[in-house]
């Protein structure tokens, strides 16, 4: 076969492949009943490095949903995240933390009689977040994280830095979903994301100012040498250097690359889609009167973790006839991957 042919259909199956995997996993973060209408983020820079976050999420519950909403932080590049607070309606509510696989959980409970929506507000400081880069000192924080399973409409992040940095800000970008970058004063920046934040997206901000005007010292987590992974010393290997082995290694790339992305094509296009529809029809539709009028309500009798499942439970109650049926279902493991996120 010839290589710059097999390359091209390579190539070409890998990069439809991504886009579906994309459509996917925003057709399944539909099935949820919630999503975020915004979240805003503001990072105030303090004059001795720590940063006082307040997150402002809104949630909106098209339909019930169980009542226990959680923040997992990173904390890896920290050296402590303390004065944790989560309020509504100007109120705070009781929440509870602690530390699991090098993160940082917050976790509270509310009322819900769907739909409806509810606005959180979670505080909290962060120490030892400031990195050093040569002589520079680095504003680096992942406001909005990945490791959601609904998508945010929309979601802002805002950096106030003290009034000894006004004017003297090197650079300030953003990285991962797509934003708008601007500066409001002197000491103000600005970053809304251009367009809704799919689940899995995050929204990161960097701002350079430096590193002699606070003079704040290297962090513990940075000194100990916690870097982030370098690529150096890793070895790649591209489709030219496969293809330079000659006939045999095109047909074991052949083999081992093109049949099973294309089993993987027709399971995400044909094999899912059909198993999401028969799933939702199976949720809805009661065993007695086999209308589609059933309705779920959920309550956390123990709480999942990223290590240990949890219990919750169920109501299942028909509009449509008398059908009612009360049990309990085990809540899955909590992924924790490192991103952060919430749910």
Request: aromatic content about 10%.
């Amino acid at each position: 076969m010839n290589k710059r042919l097999l390359k091209k259909i390579v190539f070409s199956l890998m990069a439809s492949l991504s886009l579906l995997l994309v459509t996917v996993t925003h057709a399944a973060a539909q099935q949820l009943p919630f999503y975020w209408d915004n979240i805003n983020v503001i990072i105030d820079v303090q004059t001795n490095g720590d940063m006082l976050v307040t997150e402002t999420q809104k949630y909106v519950f098209t339909a019930d949903y169980n009542t226990e909403r959680y923040r997992y932080i990173p904390l890896d590049k920290v050296d402590e995240i303390k004065d944790v607070t989560v309020a509504e309606n100007n109120q705070i509510i009781p929440s509870s933390t602690g530390i699991e696989n090098n993160q940082l959980w917050i976790r509270w409970q509310h009322q819900l009689k769907a739909p409806e929506s509810h606005t959180f507000v979670i505080k909290y400081r962060v120490r030892g977040g400031l990195q050093l880069d040569g002589e520079n000192t680095l504003v680096y924080w992942k406001a909005i994280a990945a490791g959601r399973k609904a998508p945010i409409n929309a979601g802002k992040v805002t950096v106030k830095l003290p009034e000894a940095l006004s004017g003297k800000v090197l650079s300030f970008m953003n990285f991962g979903t797509a934003a708008v970058r601007r500066q409001v004063d002197p000491k103000t920046f600005e970053f809304v994301a251009s367009q809704a934040i799919q689940p899995e997206q995050e929204l990161e901000v960097q701002i350079a100012f430096p590193q002699a005007i606070l003079n704040i010292p290297q962090p513990g987590w940075q000194q100990g040498g916690k870097q982030s992974q370098s690529a150096s010393g890793e070895t790649t290997i591209s489709v030219d250097d496969i293809m330079e082995e000659g006939s045999f290694m095109e047909r074991i790339l052949w083999f081992f690359t093109f049949l099973p992305l294309f089993s993987i094509f027709l399971t995400l296009t044909i094999i899912l889609p059909i198993r999401l529809i028969i799933g939702w029809i199976n949720d809805r539709r009661c065993p007695e009167c086999k209308q589609l009028k059933i309705k779920r309500t959920y309550k956390v009798l123990i709480r999942a973790t990223t290590s240990s499942s949890g219990k919750q439970a169920v109501t299942k109650h028909c509009g449509n006839c008398s059908y009612h049926k009360e049990y309990e279902a085990v809540i899955p493991v909590i992924g924790g991957d490192g991103g952060g996120g919430g749910g």
